[in-house]
């Protein structure tokens, strides 16, 4: 069982920048992984927004955006802290959401989508935090 804790969501004006944390409760993130960061708003679907994978220990960590992301958003891996860090920049008042991250092993149905440039869905995922939010308002 994987424990995921997240923190660093608050709130800010529009062009405002803030970075989220997501940490696992063992080192599971230095064998071959994939880990996503999702997002959810009352009454709406939870989306993807990044996400990042490795096939394991030696290998080059993969990043995959959604176009609502890309530019704006980056995502990163501190292997050694078993830490994935969400940074947000240029936040917009509709990046408000409840913002989770979520892990499992690297399959080849996840392989699939992101060979393609997609993020898997949330059903793909096995393991969730309790979620950070993020509130951006003027």
């Known amino acids: 069982e994987v424990e995921l804790v997240e923190s660093g969501g608050g709130s800010v004006q529009p062009g405002g920048t803030l970075r989220l944390s997501c940490e696992a409760s063992?080192?599971?993130?230095?064998?071959?992984?994939?880990v996503a960061w999702f997002r959810q708003v009352p009454g709406k679907e939870r989306e993807a927004v990044a996400s990042?994978?490795?096939?394991?220990?030696?290998?080059?960590?993969?990043?995959t955006y959604t176009e609502s992301a890309k530019g704006r958003f980056t995502i990163s891996a501190d292997s050694a802290k078993g830490i994935i860090y969400l940074e947000l920049n240029s936040l917009r008042l509709e990046d408000t959401a409840m913002y989770y991250c979520?892990?499992?092993?690297?399959?080849?149905?996840?392989?699939?989508?992101?060979?393609?440039?997609?993020?898997?869905?949330?059903?793909?995922?096995?393991?969730w935090g309790q979620g950070t939010q993020v509130t951006v308002s003027s």
């Open positions: 063992e080192r599971t993130w230095k064998l071959s992984f994939c």
């Open positions: 990042i994978d490795s096939a394991g220990v030696g290998y080059v960590n993969r990043t």
């Open positions: 979520a892990t499992d092993r690297l399959t080849i149905g996840k392989d699939r989508h992101l060979g393609r440039g997609a993020i898997p869905p949330a059903s793909d995922f096995a393991f």
